[in-house]
């Protein structure tokens, strides 16, 4: 198997990986009355979430700057591909309140087991951005669908 295709594949993976850790962890945050097991369901998921994003990132920019594809100036010439870039970044931006929360939430929860209970309210927001995001992380999949097919240069 060739690096390029090593590459690619494991680009593609992330995307399943994450897509439904992200649906997972808003599906288990949006649980009402929201109990431990939800909230233990939704720090798995993010932590699968946040493995794809790292393997998403990684992938995405050893294709694009090492040329595996299509050569670098391909991308850095295509309005799509700093649309699917946009969607990228508008993830990023949206978890920002997630990630802060969800770590603040694994701590408070290690240390005070028996007694803390997470905040429905932030949670609930959460939730919302998740769903928000799977919206985004599909756009990107049409983006990166539309670039793959010559649309954009």
Same mark, same amino acid.
């Given at each position: ?9 494991? @680009?593609? #993976? ?10 997972? %962890? *808003?599906?288990? #945050? &949006?649980?009402?009355? !929201? ?8 720090? /798995? ?5 946040? =493995? ?5 990132? &990684?992938?995405?920019?050893? %294709?694009? !700057?090492? /040329?595996?594809? +299509?050569?670098? /100036?391909?991308?850095?010439? $295509? @309005?799509?591909?700093?649309? +699917?870039?946009?969607? #990228?970044? #508008?993830?990023?931006?949206?978890? =920002?309140?997630?990630? *802060? ?7 408070? &929860?290690? %240390? $005070?087991?028996?007694?803390? %209970? ?11 951005? &998740? ?7 599909? *756009?990107?999949? =049409? ?11």
């Amino acid at each position: 198997m060739t690096l390029r295709v090593l590459l690619a594949t494991l @680009h593609l #993976l992330a995307l399943g990986i994450g897509l439904g850790a992200v649906w997972a %962890r *808003a599906r288990s #945050l &949006s649980v009402r009355p !929201l109990d431990i097991a939800a909230v233990r369901r939704a720090f /798995s998921a993010d932590t699968w979430w946040g =493995i794809a994003a790292g393997l998403w990132i &990684s992938t995405g920019l050893w %294709r694009g !700057l090492a /040329s595996m594809e +299509k050569p670098t /100036s391909y991308y850095l010439q $295509n @309005h799509v591909f700093f649309a +699917k870039m946009g969607f #990228l970044a #508008l993830i990023l931006i949206l978890e =920002i309140l997630p990630v *802060a929360t969800l770590i603040a939430w694994r701590r408070d &929860s290690g %240390r $005070n087991r028996e007694s803390w %209970r997470p905040d429905e309210t932030v949670a609930q927001r959460i939730s919302t951005i &998740s769903y928000i995001q799977v919206v985004l992380v599909i *756009a990107m999949v =049409i983006a990166a669908t539309a670039m793959a097919r010559g649309v954009g240069v």
